[in-house]
T-cell receptor, first 110, second 113 residues
C-alpha cells in the first residue's frame, strides 16, 4: 500500500500558486519524499524530492514540515500545461519497490 | 541523453495470444520497474529488478505474467494467454541508485480484443 495520502482533486486559477498537500505520517528517518506528475497519455515525470530541508528547482518548491509527517508541493505560477495528476511517494535510500497512490488530479483553470 | 524507451508503443492482440513488451532503460541505471495503468486508474506495481538480485515479483497479478531482465539492460514483460482485462498501458521506469528518481518511458498501450 502507498504510504502517502493526497486529496483526490484540486483546482487552481491560471497564474496563481498551486499548493498540493501530502500526508506521510509514518515516514521513516531515511525515507525521502518524491513528487511526480503525469500528464494525460504520458509516463510520469519526476518533479522534485527532499529529505528534511525545503527544496526548490526550476519546476517547483517542496516544503517539508519539521516533523516530516507532511509536505507541500508548490507550483509558483500555475499554467494550463500544469494540469496533471500529481503523485507524492516516500522511498528510502535502499533499493526497494516504489508504490504509487492515486495522486491528486490538478486542474488549472483559465 | 536517451531516456527510457519502450516498444511497441501500441499493441493490439486477440484474446488468448501471448505478447512481449520491451523496455530499454537508461544506460547505467541498475533498477528497473514495471507498472500497469488501466484506463482512468493509478499506477499498479508489477515487478522490480535491482542489479543481479532476485526480482521483487510481488505485484504480478497472475502466473500468466512474467518478466526478465538481462543484467542491467533490456527487460521484457511477457503476458501469456492474454485476457481483455489485461488491456492497459504498461509503463517501465529505471533509476540510477536507491535514492535516485525514477525515469519513466511513455509506455506500451495494450489492447486485447
Amino acid at each position: 500500500d502507498a504510504k502517502t495520502t493526497q486529496p483526490p482533486s484540486m483546482d487552481c486559477a491560471e497564474g496563481r500558486a498551486a499548493n498540493l498537500p501530502c500526508n506521510h505520517s509514518t515516514i521513516s528517518g531515511n525515507e525521502y519524499v518524491y513528487w511526480y506528475r503525469q500528464i494525460h497519455s504520458q509516463g510520469p515525470q519526476y518533479i522534485i524530492h527532499g529529505l528534511k530541508n525545503n527544496e526548490t528547482n526550476e519546476m517547483a518548491s517542496l516544503i517539508i514540515t519539521e516533523d516530516r509527517k507532511s509536505s507541500t508541493l508548490i507550483l509558483p505560477h500555475a499554467t494550463l500545461r500544469d494540469t496533471a495528476v500529481y503523485y507524492c511517494i516516500v522511498k528510502g535510500s535502499s533499493y526497494d519497490k516504489v508504490i504509487f497512490g492515486p495522486g491528486t488530479s490538478l486542474s488549472v483553470i483559465p | 541523453g536517451a531516456g527510457v524507451s519502450q516498444s511497441p508503443s501500441n499493441k493490439v492482440t486477440e484474446k488468448g495470444k501471448d505478447v512481449e513488451l520491451r523496455c530499454d532503460p537508461i544506460s547505467g541505471h541498475t533498477a528497473l520497474y514495471w507498472y500497469r495503468q488501466r484506463l482512468g486508474q493509478g499506477l499498479e506495481f508489477l515487478i522490480y529488478f535491482q542489479g543481479n538480485s532476485a526480482p521483487d515479483k510481488s505485484g504480478l497479478p497472475s502466473d500468466r505474467f512474467s518478466a526478465e531482465r538481462t543484467g542491467e539492460s533490456v527487460s521484457t514483460l511477457t503476458i501469456q494467454r492474454t485476457q481483455q482485462e489485461d488491456s492497459a498501458v504498461y509503463l517501465c521506469a529505471s533509476s540510477f541508485s536507491g535514492n535516485s528518481p525514477l525515469h519513466f518511458g511513455n509506455g506500451t498501450r495494450l489492447t486485447v480484443t
